[in-house]
Structure formats: structure tokens, C-alpha cells
């Protein structure tokens, strides 16, 4: 089988000053992927892989840079999926971990539970021993910006500590030039977020998922999206997999992932797949989201209705990328 991985980045409109960060992030992490598979690693390995370098560039709202909740607090969410065997594991309310998806890998793989949330998740990590981080080490100048920015809640009593405690002096002027930049969005909160997901085939035929983020700006403490949801967040078979972005509680009501490999096992293509799932949650809902899709003979799909999507995607013959409608350049290998 030809191995084969996409990567997306989030689904929302994103600012000008944030472009080239998320084409070269998302690039940078389906190739990093692209690589384990090529040595002959697993799907699981590629897409955990994949993600924990998105959670690791704090342009993303997944790991460092996770937005803020509305105490100004950083609570993650993270999923991952091994599609031939059915088996998944999830996190949900997570602290102080750099690398959500990898602590829902150990979910999977040491529990015989689905998800763990909160203070047992917590526990979970310490006794395994994962390194754990101070919240200014997660809180980044990207997720202070975005979190002002685009959150529903009110961070104004947050920003001047942050700033003055985690944003070095010089700085200040890049973070205020992003508070304009972000500002400039109309409605940024409604247009989707930036999780971070993939998908990966590799040489065996067995598909993989993962999907990572530091949930909705402003959320309620305790507010837990699609992304660790298995069918809504993450989803994969022997047929395809899906990893989905956006606004959670939209996704969460149409079981976006489970629907989009339920298209492919009807018959349809992966970008077809992709599209009527979409459709569907816009329908349903009016919901803002976008998917990537891999179906079981390694082609990719994708699709999204927000202002942008940043994906990528490798494979032996050829490289494909894409942020606004309607853009697939393709580069050769």
C-alpha cells in the first residue's frame, strides 16, 4: 500500500499576519509525517507524530499556543484514533501537558477506556510521568492575541498580566500590531477555530487519526468541544478516517467524522465524502467547520466552509496544499 498523510491546521479566517505561519506549519508537520510512514511506521505513529509537531508551533490553538478560557486558563482536548482496530483514546480538560494527543495515545493503548477528562486525566499523566508545564509555559503572545481577540468571553482583566508576566518587553509592539491585524476580522468567533488534525494510510492499509486543540477562546471552564468525541472530533475504520475542525458544538450535533467515512462506505469519493458532510453540518446546524478525509485506497479529501483552511497533504507522487477555497497546488515529489 502507498502510505499517504493530510494535515489541516483549522478552519477560520485567518489574519493576514498569520498565513505564511500556518501554510509552512501545516506543510512542515504532514511531511514530518510523511517521513515516518515512508521508514515504514505505523498510521498511529504518523498522525501523533504530525500533530505533536502543530502542538509544538504556537502559531496553533493545540499545545503551546492553546487560546485562553474565559478565567484565563488553558484547558486542552485531544483525540486519537486506530481505525483498523477500532480502538480510540481521549482527553478532555487537560493542563499543563505540551502534547494532549500523545497522552490520549497512552488512553488508548494502557486503559480500557475511551476518555479520560479533568483532574483523573491529570492523574493519569503523573502516573505515567509526563513532563508537566507551568499555564505561562503553554501561554504564548499567539494565544494571548487570538484569545482577545476572538474569544466570547472578557480576558480584558487577563491581558496586562500576561503581557507584563510571559510577553517579553520587546514584544509588546508585535503583539499589539496582532491585536490590530485581528481586529480588522469581522465576527472571528463564529468562523470556525484552529484544532489541529491528521490523517495518515500507511504501507499495511491501516488508517489513522488525530486531532488536537485548546478548544474555544473565551469557553466556560469545564467546556468540552468535538475534538476528543469520537465521531465528531476523530473518526476511522478500515474504510477511511476523518479529523475535523470548527465550531465544536456543531460538529459535536452531526457526528461530522462518522458521517464523512460513512459517505465513503456508501460509495461516495473521498473529496465527495467531504463535501456532503460539510454540507450536512451547515444544513443541520449552520455551523462553521472544515474536515480532511483518507479513504482505504489512500486518496485524500477535504472541505470546509469557513473563510480558511490550511492543509496539506504527502504521498510518494506528489505534494498538495491548499488555505482558501478552491486552492490545490501540487508540487512534485
Known sequence: MEPCIIVHGGAFNIPESYVTRYKEGTKAAAKFGYDILHKGGTAVDAVEAA???????????????????????????????????????????????????????????????????????????????????????????????????????????????????IIKANDINDLEACFK??????????????????????????????????????????????????????????EGGCSSTGHGESLMKTIVCREAVRYLEDGFTAMEASEKAISLVLQQTGGRGGIILIDKKGNVGYAFNTGCMAWASFSSKCFAHGLRTGEHFVEPM
Open 51 to 165: 500533530v505533536n509537531q502543530l502542538e509544538n508551533n504556537s502559531a496553533f490553538n493545540a499545545g503551546h499556543g492553546s487560546v485562553l478560557t474565559a478565567a484565563g486558563t488553558v484547558e486542552m482536548d485531544a483525540i486519537i484514533v486506530d481505525g483498523k482496530l477500532l480502538k480510540t483514546g481521549a482527553v478532555g480538560c487537560v493542563e499543563n501537558i505540551a502534547n494532549p494527543v500523545s497522552l490520549a495515545r497512552q488512553v488508548m493503548e494502557k486503559t480500557s477506556h475511551c476518555l479520560l477528562v479533568g483532574a483523573g486525566a491529570m492523574k493519569f499523566a503523573k502516573d505515567l510521568n509526563f513532563e508537566l508545564l507551568s499555564t505561562q509555559e503553554l501561554i504564548t503572545k499567539d494565544s494571548v492575541c487570538k484569545s482577545f481577540c476572538m474569544g466570547e468571553g472578557t480576558f480584558d482583566k487577563h491581558i496586562e498580566l500576561y503581557m507584563n508576566k
Open 181 to 238: 491585524e485581528m481586529m480588522k476580522k469581522e465576527k472571528l468567533s463564529e468562523s470556525g477555530h484552529d484544532t489541529v488534525g491528521a490523517v495518515a494510510i500507511d504501507i499495511k492499509g491501516n488508517i489513522a487519526c488525530a486531532t488536537s486543540t485548546g478548544g474555544m477562546p473565551g469557553k466556560m471552564l469545564g467546556r468540552v468541544g468535538d475534538s476528543p468525541i469520537f465521531g465528531s472530533g476523530a473518526y476511522a475504520n478500515t
